[in-house]
Structures are given as C-alpha cells and as structure tokens.
C-alpha cells in the first residue's frame, strides 16, 4: 500500500490530506485551516518535519507528520496528525502508518515517540492498544467571550496593576519585530518550568533564530494575534509574556491562548494575572468577531489553572500526552 511524502511540490495531495482531516477530525474544539494544516505538515521551530499521506484505491486514507527536534531532544520524535478516513476505519491503516513512523523514528536513530489525543474516544483506544503509555494529562478550558463578565476582569486588572508595580507592558499585533526576538528566546525558554508530569524530555533550549522560525510559522499560519510583554522597568529585563492568537476569518470564532510564563525571577508580582486579563481587554477591543478563547495546560500546573479559572474559564476536556520507549 503507497505512502507517499508530502512536501512543497505535493500541495493537491495536501489539500486531498486536509479534506480527509476536516472529515475524521471529532474535536470539539478549534480546526486548522488549509493554512495552518499545510505548514504544520512542512515545518515546526527547532525541528525538521516529515510527512506522510497513505492513498488507498486512489483515496486518501491517513497521513501522519513526524518532527524531529534538533537542537533539544534528539532522542525522540513526536508524532502529529495521525488520523484515518471514517470510512477506512478499523482495517488496520492506523496500525500501518504507526509502523511506518516508528521505522522512520528507528532511522533516525531515536528511542522515544511522543503523540497526543482526547483522553478518551478512538485516539486513546489505538495509543493503548500499541502499547502508549499516557505520560501526561493536559486540560483545555475555554473562556467565552459572548457571555463574560467584563467588569469583573476590569477589576481583576486594576488589582493586578496594584500588585505590579515596577513593571511595564509593551503591546504588539502580528509578527514581534525582530528587537525582540532576544527576549522572547529568554521568555519562551522559561516555558520550560511548566509541569511534565512523567514525559520523557529535556528543556527546550530556543534562541533568536528559533524565535524567528517561530513567528514565520505564526505568520504563515494565518494567524494573527495579540501579544503582551511584561518588562522589569528598573532593568529593563523581560519578565513575562503571553498571547492569543486567531485566524482573521476563522468562521467557528476561536481564538487560541499561547503560552503565558513569567520568568521565576519575577514572580510573585500578579504579572501572570495582569498579563492574561490586560491581554483579554486589548482582545475584546480589537473587536474581531471571536466567540471563545481555549486553552492547554497541564492538569497539574495549579498557578495558572488557578488564574484561568479566575478569569472565568470552564473546563473543556483532557487530554493525554503519550509516550513510547522503542526497544
Ligand atoms: C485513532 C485512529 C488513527 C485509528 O485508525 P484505524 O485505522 O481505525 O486504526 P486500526 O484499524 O489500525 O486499529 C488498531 C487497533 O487500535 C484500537 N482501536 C482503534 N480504534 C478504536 C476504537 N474506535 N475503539 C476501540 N479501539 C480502537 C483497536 O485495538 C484496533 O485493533 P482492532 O480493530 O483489531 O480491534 C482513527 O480512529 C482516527 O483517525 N481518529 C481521530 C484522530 C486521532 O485520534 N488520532 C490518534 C492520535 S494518537
């Protein structure tokens, strides 16, 4: 049975990929865009990519994207957009294109796969059933925007700014100009503190290139955004970060939170609290249509749980992250 790399030169193939993902995708929460779809199967920052569509009888049946990182990591390889047609289920393609990255993981030489799915449904029954052990729980939660309390986040924000002096915001839509791709490399590296629960990895280690690479995914993505600094005024150091980001026409009116991190150094000011809430009023001032705004942690990172749920977020779903040592 033909599997066949996808790559610039096969965007009707692609297409063909996407329509199969629009049909078996069962979340109930935010789809990828052709856009968005295209570049996660050719590029990731800090990783090389491969990707994968499996044509049955002329149809496409499956795909699947592998990413290998390159700079942290090198002994795994994640695995995204494993899905199988509705129609082509149960017969084994799931099974077949799973073989065929653990193969290109082997290649590589790497002894780890990491993948994710709903905690419960047909994802997590194939994961268990090739042996996935779930590694880690993360919880969505969304915020809806139709029927939030603004006042009480305006409060939330004036008792942050009380606690948060010595600290100043710089605001900015779309791409980050590139003065400051230094701080975010620092920031998004203070990622690196949020819970693994038992995931067999290393911290990430980013740099301005990688944050770089980054915003060009971002940006040819489709995505735009909201995006908020906090910096230390007395040193001038970055502190904190956090953004949301949204498809300008993305007709289901989601809009994604990225990562939010204060850097340890700098905690304890209600930075996180003032980032997240001054961020969502710049969010409802730009006026763009969004209806909801969802979010990924960690079930076990209780800081920022704790300020989502402040915020008037509900909980969504789980999800696990899944590992596989290869012998
Ligand atoms: C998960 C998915 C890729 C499975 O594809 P598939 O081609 O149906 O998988 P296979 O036929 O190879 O199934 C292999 C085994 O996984 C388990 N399994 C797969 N789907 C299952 C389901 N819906 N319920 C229970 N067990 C299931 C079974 O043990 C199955 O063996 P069996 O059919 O002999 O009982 C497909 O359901 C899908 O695309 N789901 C949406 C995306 C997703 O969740 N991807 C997984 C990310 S880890």
Redesign the pocket.
């Known amino acids: 049975m033909p599997i066949a790399r996808l790559d610039a030169a096969t965007p009707a193939l692609i297409e063909r990929l996407h329509e199969v993902y629009l049909a078996?995708?069962?979340d109930p929460g935010p789809a990828m865009s052709l856009d968005h779809f295209t570049i996660t199967l050719l590029f990731s920052s800090g990783c090389s990519v491969e990707s994968y569509a499996e044509v049955r009888d002329g149809s496409v049946a499956?795909g699947y994207t592998l990413a290998l990182p390159e700079t942290d990591n090198t002994h795994l390889t994640l695995?995204h957009?494993?899905?199988?047609?509705?129609g082509?289920?149960?017969?084994?393609?799931?099974?077949?294109?799973?073989r065929h990255a653990l193969a290109r993981t082997r290649a590589h030489g790497r002894r780890l796969m990491i993948?994710?799915?709903?905690a419960t449904?047909?994802?997590?029954?194939?994961?268990?059933?090739?042996g996935?052990e779930a590694a880690s729980t993360d919880a969505r939660r969304v915020l809806d925007l139709r029927t939030i309390d603004w006042d009480r986040v305006t409060e939330l924000h004036a008792q942050a700014v009380r606690h948060a002096e010595g600290y100043e915001l710089e605001q900015w839509t779309g791409p980050a100009p590139q003065s400051l791709y230094p701080d975010l490399a620092t920031l998004v590296t203070g990622m690196n503190d949020a819970p693994i629960d038992d995931l067999d990895i290393e911290d990430e280690r980013w740099d301005a290139g990688r944050v770089a690479d980054m915003e060009q995914k971002h940006e040819r993505s489709g995505f735009t955004g909201c995006h908020l600094l906090a910096r230390h005024s007395a040193t001038g150091e970055p502190a904190g970060l956090t953004r949301i980001v949204y498809y300008a026409a993305d007709h289901a009116g989601w809009a994604r939170q990225g990562d939010t991190v204060v850097l340890r150094e700098h905690r304890g000011h209600r930075l996180g609290l003032l980032l997240k809430v001054a961020n969502l009023l710049a969010l409802r001032d730009r006026r763009a249509g969004l209806d909801r705004v969802i979010t990924w942690n960690a079930a076990s990172n209780g800081p920022m749980v704790a300020i989502n749920e402040q915020l008037g977020f509900q909980p969504f779903d789980e999800w696990h992250e899944?590992q596989l040592h290869l012998v």
């Not at 957009?81 to 509705?86: G, I």
Request: proline letters at 5%.
């Open positions: 078996a995708n069962d499956g695995l957009q494993l899905f199988v047609a509705p082509a289920r149960r017969h084994g393609v799931g099974s077949e294109l799973l993948g994710e799915s709903a449904g047909p994802g997590a029954a194939f994961a268990k059933a090739h996935f899944w």
